[in-house]
């Protein structure tokens, strides 16, 4: 996909080099693109922050329904082995 070589490299080199130009940005538009990036960054923390709470109350939930399960079974257990061995 890239070149090996390092004269390809520079035949890349000189065609970007003809192709790209210096473009002035107005001040104005360069403020608005930054207001746009910090709001979709403080967007995508929130989600994030959204999100993250509900896997540890499912994980939490999931781990206690675990506990009780062997709790449950470990009495079971103990309960056939006392009237098996009175």
Do not use: C
Request: glycine fraction near 6%.
């Amino acid at each position: 996909m890239y070149p090996k070589d390092e004269h390809s490299l520079d035949q890349v080199e000189s065609h970007l080099s003809r192709a790209l130009h210096p473009v002035a940005v107005p001040t104005d538009f360069r403020a608005q693109l930054q207001n746009g990036l910090m709001l979709a960054a403080r967007h995508d923390v929130v989600v994030e922050k959204e999100n993250q709470p509900v896997w540890g109350w499912m994980v939490s939930a999931f781990l206690i329904g675990i506990l009780v399960g062997v709790v449950l079974l470990n009495q079971r257990w103990r309960g056939r082995a006392v009237i098996r061995n009175p």
